[in-house]
């Protein structure tokens, strides 16, 4: 992860301040800056919030950064310093707020507050959304299944919709009603999935299936992470950790062993944390929030090791990789 060799490290942060910006991530240094202008006919239309960048995601491939905000998901190239997007998703009617990719890059998936969830064929030439599902309050998050299968969707309302893909049968859970599940996140090793609402509360489940049947949630524990709304929940890639982050200005780290609290990263300056992600070998955590910041913490530790600055607002997201291809 701290390699002087940033050629396999990928590293871009984004949020109120409409840019999105690419970083060197052993030195803190920034090397690229992309506008973001979102859709000004859609801020004075509807008289909202300013519409910033809500989600990026990096391809499989690492060759696209997509990044999703209002009526549209838009695709830059990670290889070229074109400022421009290569490709651009729009007819969305509403904000998007998360994205995310198969495995092997053959599709797209997009949740957002059309309360839904959209399947994206990225082989297609014509840009258009192939597979919708519908469901009955703006959706916050949607975490794809390491079996490539199923779509679990988070929603305002608090309910998780379990979208399979193959049948295009669906079950929902609602753990705690009326408090807004924020984010959902299932361990590589698909033995976990843990949900985080604005209530501040964790909710982990046991997970059991095969390829030819839908997952089974068993509920496992439920938390008390935070004392204010929960924004993110992500467990590390070697699936021994957890992390949740919040509006409490805090990011926690759980065992998965026994889901007891290890670590907790703070920053008097810090503010609301938004995103998070782990180093490919669970050692590091990088995290984005409301004082402008991203970070880089040891998870150990509990320490801060770089601090990329540059943003005039708020961070709200990032996407991260530092795994070398094959």
Not at 97 to 117: I, L, P, R
Not at 213 to 228: D, F, R, V
Not at 258 to 280: A, H, I
Request: charged share 20%.
């Amino acid at each position: 992860m701290m390699s002087s060799n940033s050629d396999p490290v990928i590293l871009a942060t984004a949020g109120y301040d409409h840019t999105i910006r690419f970083w060197q991530a052993h030195t803190g240094i920034c090397h690229r800056t992309v506008q973001h202008p979102d859709s000004a006919l859609g801020y004075y239309a509807v008289g909202a919030c300013s519409r910033q960048v809500n989600d990026l995601e990096i391809t499989p491939d690492k060759q696209l950064l997509a990044a999703a905000g209002y009526q549209h998901i838009r695709m830059y190239d990670l290889n070229s310093n074109n400022a421009n997007p290569v490709i651009s998703y729009d007819n969305i009617s509403k904000n998007v707020t998360t994205v995310g990719f198969h495995q092997e890059g053959k599709w797209m998936y997009t949740g957002g507050e059309d309360n839904s969830a959209r399947l994206w064929d990225l082989r297609s030439r014509n840009l258009q959304c192939q597979r919708i599902f519908q469901v009955n309050a703006p959706v916050n998050c949607v975490c794809l299944h390491p079996n490539q299968g199923e779509l679990f969707v988070g929603d305002q309302s608090g309910a998780i919709h379990i979208w399979d893909l193959k049948t295009d049968h669906n079950e929902q859970l609602t753990p705690e009603p009326d408090a807004a599940i924020q984010s959902i996140s299932i361990d590589p090793e698909a033995t976990y999935m843990a949900a985080v609402n604005n209530k501040g509360n964790c909710y982990v489940w046991s997970l059991r299936g095969n390829l030819d049947e839908p997952t089974q949630l068993k509920p496992k524990t439920k938390m008390t992470a935070h004392s204010k709304y929960s924004l993110k929940c992500q467990f590390s890639p070697d699936s021994r950790l957890l992390a949740t982050t919040s509006a409490d200005s805090s990011v926690k780290i759980w065992r998965t062993a026994d889901f007891s609290l290890m670590t907790e990263l703070k920053e008097p300056t810090q503010r609301w944390v938004w995103d998070c992600v782990f180093s490919g070998d669970s050692q590091y955590i990088i995290t984005a929030s409301s004082d402008n910041m991203a970070r880089l913490w040891t998870v150990e530790q509990g320490e801060v090791k770089r601090e990329y600055s540059g943003h005039q607002k708020a961070v709200v997201c990032l996407a991260f990789k530092d795994d070398i291809p094959e």
